[in-house]
């Protein structure tokens, strides 16, 4: 397994490329604002990538999805609560005062529990609503490699003040469904550097407030 991160945006948002080297099969996830550089990356690692699947709606997280789906013809899939920020990504990204975010066609819907199948990769959808409502997690248990999107990050968790956001939520999401997880799982996440579960056990500040 190759994990690929691309930092980009004025958010410095992590998207990746995830591939299965035996068989040269990729995933994109959560590809920001520079599309230009995963479609370099693919074409020079040789990747055939089919599909891109991410694990929010947000705009600092979707802005590239349009245009490498116009290039590499790629189906693109997120949970059904987080269409509606997709759908309305060219407002919301005016609004924001950032670059036009073109919204991505939805190809298909990102269920919990389903398991995605990459090459001789397998990784399994973690619904973790709260800091959006359909906002997922991938984890790949073999490898025990979590994909975090904004659901947690080192020392901190998600922001909740935006629409559609639910601080309860989060965290009971984070309780029950990713500190679950072996301890030894590496966190690579939507924004900032890669921790481990242990890490965010033991010195996470924010989940020291709540127990589910």
Known sequence: MKVMKLTSGIYMENGYIVGDEETGVAVIIDPGDEAGDFLRIVEEEKWTVEKIINTHGHIDHIGGVAKIQSKLNLPFYIHKGDELYVKNATILSGMMGVKR????????????????????????????????????????????????????????????????????????????????????????????EETTIELEKQYNPFLFQARF
């Open 101 to 192: 975010v073109i919204p991505p066609k939805i190809d298909g819907n990102l269920e919990d529990g389903e398991v995605i199948q990459i090459g001789n990769l397998q990784a399994k959808v973690i619904h973790t609503p709260g800091h959006t409502p359909g906002g997922v997690c991938f984890y790949f248990e073999k490898e025990k490699i979590l994909f975090s999107g904004d659901t947690l990050f080192q020392g901190s968790i998600g922001r909740t003040d935006l629409p559609g956001g639910n601080y309860r939520q989060l965290l009971e999401s984070i309780h029950k469904k990713l500190l679950v997880l072996p301890d030894e799982t590496r966190v690579y996440s939507g924004h900032g």
